[in-house]
Structure formats: structure tokens, C-alpha cells
């Protein structure tokens, strides 16, 4: 236990080693180390003005994109617009061909429900009176029994 308390013997050429390592030790220059991390701040902030010359760019692109959708949106609506109209148009003078009435005279709808108006309108104008027609001899095409009639029809279409 003796060997315990004994002070070991200090080691004079290691404490005399460590000051003169401290002393051959290079000094930090610190100027260097300055330019170094000034230079490295540089190539950050260059790329933080292209990174946000980037992030303009796609902000512009998106928004182009989106006003192009929208436009794109409007033209195909209008497209449909047309393609029923067009759809519409044909069913009317497909109907109006096989029932005798203008197509004009026909509503939007099905084709069941213009069938049967087409049917109903020529129906109607077949009821009505027909007025007498002249042909290019000046001959009326309904001859009336009445006398006097004649002669106000023939003074009416032969001056």
C-alpha cells in the first residue's frame, strides 16, 4: 500500500515537448480561412438567386398552364354547344322532312316528343283553308261558284 501514496516522478521532457509543439504548431491564418468561407458564401448565395430565378419561372409556367386549361375548358364547352346544336339540327330536318312541317316551326327535345308535335302542327295546317292559286295562265286553281266572286278574283289577279 505503500506503492499507492508514492508520488510518481514527473516526466520533465514530455511537459517541455507539449509547449514547444504549441510553439511549431502552425498559426491559423485566419485571413485564408475568411476567403475561403466567403468564397463558399458566395456559391451559396449565386445558387439561392438561382434557385429563386427557377421558382419565378415555374410560378410563370403554372400560371400560363392554368390559363391555358381554362381556355382549353371554354373551347371544348363550346365545342359541345356546337355538336348539339348541329345534333339538334339534323334530328329537326330529319323530322321535318318526313312530317311536311319547317323545321323551324319544330321545339328542341327528343325526337319522340318532335314527332309527335310535327304530327300535331301538320295536322292543324292541313285543316286550314287553302287559298285559291293562280298558275302563270291566270287560271285559278280553285274555280268559285259564285259569279260575282269570279269576277272580283279575275279583276284581282289579271291587271
Request: charged share 35%; no cysteine.
Amino acid at each position: 500500500m505503500d506503492t499507492e501514496n508514492e508520488t510518481k516522478p514527473v516526466d520533465t521532457e514530455q511537459s517541455e515537448v507539449q509547449p514547444e509543439q504549441a510553439e511549431s504548431a502552425p498559426e491559423v491564418d485566419y485571413k485564408a480561412k475568411y476567403e475561403e468561407t466567403l468564397k463558399h458564401s458566395r456559391e451559396w448565395e449565386k445558387r439561392a438567386k438561382a434557385n429563386k430565378d427557377a421558382a419565378g419561372e415555374l410560378e410563370k409556367l403554372q400560371s400560363q398552364l392554368a390559363e391555358k386549361a381554362e381556355r382549353a375548358d371554354n373551347l371544348q364547352k363550346q365545342l359541345d354547344d356546337m355538336n348539339a346544336r348541329t345534333a339538334m339540327r339534323e334530328l329537326k330536318e330529319r323530322v321535318s322532312g318526313e312530317v311536311n312541317v319547317p323545321a323551324e316551326l319544330l321545339p328542341d327535345g327528343d325526337e319522340d316528343a318532335m314527332r309527335d308535335y310535327a304530327s300535331r302542327l301538320g295536322a292543324w295546317a292541313k285543316s286550314l283553308p287553302s287559298l285559291p292559286v293562280t298558275d302563270q295562265t291566270g287560271t285559278p286553281s280553285h274555280q268559285s261558284k259564285n259569279k260575282d266572286e269570279r269576277a272580283f278574283l279575275s279583276d284581282l289577279f289579271h291587271k
